[in-house]
Every structure is written in structure tokens, then in C-alpha cells.
């Protein structure tokens, strides 16, 4: 039985200088109408069960699939903390947290708030006696998505051999959320569609990691007094209280003193899961808390 591609969203495209970033690739239309507009892709029920199940392209098995995440949690839990020890172990090949095995490969970080001396002396202090790893790859200033930022990680995940990481820190550097967020940036977003310029957002990026089976993680900040406070451009109706459009929600609460903290994973192919992560001072960490 010939395999049916399934539905895609509409066709969407970003253009910086001379590149276009094609953002879809629309499938073969079945018919046309009178008025020779493509029709979209169905598939009957027998047919899609007839096909074998597949198994998530995962990064680290059980927690990080490829596609599209955010690692959520208050400004003042350590993320960037917590995505810098994730991508030097899929790097490394490390295991991370010392105990997830990952997939290894070439990550890029987008470490945008923070200063190159900030992010050098936490690379040294967590990778100690280890050897350097010329697969995790680094850049401090990035254009917004809107503004060829888009079209630059493609090229530069293209250069990359064999990506499996990407990770964004924060989101918001590229993509503003809020609707006072864009100002002077062309593409201020009008209160009334955060929702549908958040999702939109989305699609392309899906994409993208799908184009390169990686993984592209988004870091943002959520309200200090979340989850009472509810109202924020990714506040949706999954698990963890997160936004649906996403592969996996990895949401970080902390205690009372910040100094430990619980891993909400979970997400339509993942597996819904806590792991409870405490910061240790000596090693300056996180740690795995069974």
C-alpha cells in the first residue's frame, strides 16, 4: 500500500537579502477545484492504521524529542543553567544529568542574554577535566525571526555537520511574545492576536527541525507567580498548563529558595514525567534527585 503524506499547514515563506527560507513544502495536490486551487491531502481511516507505528526521533530518550520545545519556568530559576549542561552532554555524548543517555551531535546555542565571559565560566566549570568539545558551537547576537533571523539559522545549521541541538535563550530576543514587546522591531503585535502570532510562529521552526531531524529548544520566562497567573502568550491547555503547539513542554518550577526545583516533561509523543533537580553548590549544577 503506497504510503499518504499527511496534511500540512499552508505554505508560508522568510526571505533575508537574497535567501528564502521555504517554510513548507506543500504535498501533491489529489484533485483541483473548478477554480484550480490545490485541494488538501486526506487520507481514509483504514489506510492510516495500516501504517506502522513510528517512534519519536529522539535527543534524549523519554525527555527531549526532535521538533519544536520550550524549556519553561520563572525568570529566576537557572534555564540557561539547566539548557547549557543539556547541550554540552549532547555534545559530549555525555549522559545528561548523569543518568539520560542522549543521541549525540552538533548543538548550537543562541546564549542572547547573557555576556561571553558569562557562558565561558560556566563551560569551564561544567565540563572540569573534559576535553573541550568543537561540536558545540556558540553565538551571542541574533537577528529576530522576522528580520532574515529565520533564513541565518537555516544557513547555519545547513554549514553545521550532523545538528541535533538547538537551543534559544530566550525566546523572546527573537521572537517577542507581548504586545508591548516589539516596539521599533516592525512587527508590533496587536493585543487581540497574541495567540494566533505565538502559534503562527511555531510552523515554520517545526519545519525546520524537521527538515534536519534536530531539536529546537525555545527558553522563556514565565510570570514569577505562575501557574496562578495564567495570562501569557504560551499559557495553553496541556499537562503542564503550556502551549500545545509545541513537541514537548519542559517546564522548571522551583522551591521557595530557588535552590531546587521540579522538571515537568510531557508532550503529544512524550510520555508525561517529573524529575526532581536540585542545584549543587559545589559542582555549581544541577543535579538528578531521585
Not at 490545490?38 to 521538533?67: F, H
Not at 508591548?180 to 519545519?207: C, H, I, K, M
Request: glycine residues 6%; contains cysteine; hydrophobic residues 45%.
Amino acid at each position: 500500500m503506497a504510503h499518504k503524506p499527511e496534511k500540512h499547514d499552508a505554505p508560508a515563506s522568510f526571505t533575508a537579502s537574497s535567501r528564502t527560507f521555504s517554510a513548507f513544502m506543500a504535498p501533491a495536490p489529489l484533485a483541483r477545484s473548478g477554480e484550480g486551487q490545490a485541494l488538501p491531502q486526506i487520507v481514509s481511516l483504514p489506510i492510516l492504521l495500516e501504517q506502522a507505528s513510528i517512534e519519536p526521533d529522539w535527543i534524549v530518550p523519554g525527555i527531549l524529542p526532535s521538533g519544536v520545545s520550550l524549556l519553561a519556568g520563572p525568570a529566576r530559576i537557572d534555564k540557561p543553567l539547566l539548557a547549557n549542561q543539556l547541550g554540552l552532554s549532547v555534545a559530549t555524548g555525555v549522559p545528561f544529568l548523569g543518568r539520560f543517555p542522549v543521541h549525540r551531535g552538533c548543538v548550537l546555542y543562541l546564549a542572547l542574554a547573557e555576556s561571553m565571559l558569562q557562558v565561558r565560566g560556566r563551560a569551564v566549570n561544567l565540563l572540569n577535566d573534559q576535553r573541550y568539545p568543537e561540536t558545540f558551537h556558540l553565538a551571542f547576537q541574533w537577528s529576530p525571526f522576522r528580520q532574515g533571523g529565520l533564513a541565518d539559522l537555516e544557513d547555519t545549521i545547513a554549514s553545521l555537520d550532523k545538528p541535533r541541538l538547538i537551543i534559544v535563550d530566550p525566546l523572546e530576543f527573537v521572537q517577542p511574545l507581548r504586545a508591548d514587546s516589539g516596539a521599533g522591531n516592525g512587527y508590533r503585535v496587536r493585543q487581540g492576536n497574541w495567540v494566533e502570532s505565538t502559534l503562527s510562529f511555531f510552523l515554520p521552526l517545526r519545519e525546520l527541525a524537521a527538515r534536519y531531524s534536530l531539536a529546537i529548544l525555545l527558553l522563556h520566562h514565565l510570570p514569577e507567580e505562575w501557574p496562578a497567573n495564567r495570562r501569557d502568550p504560551l499559557a495553553g491547555l496541556s499537562p503542564s498548563g503550556l502551549t500545545t503547539a509545541s513537541a514537548c513542554n519542559l517546564l522548571f518550577m522551583p522551591t521557595p529558595d530557588f535552590l531546587a526545583g521540579t522538571l515537568h516533561i510531557e508532550g503529544p509523543n512524550v510520555a508525561e514525567r517529573r524529575l526532581h533537580l536540585a542545584f549543587e553548590s559545589v559542582s555549581k549544577q544541577w543535579v538528578y534527585k531521585k
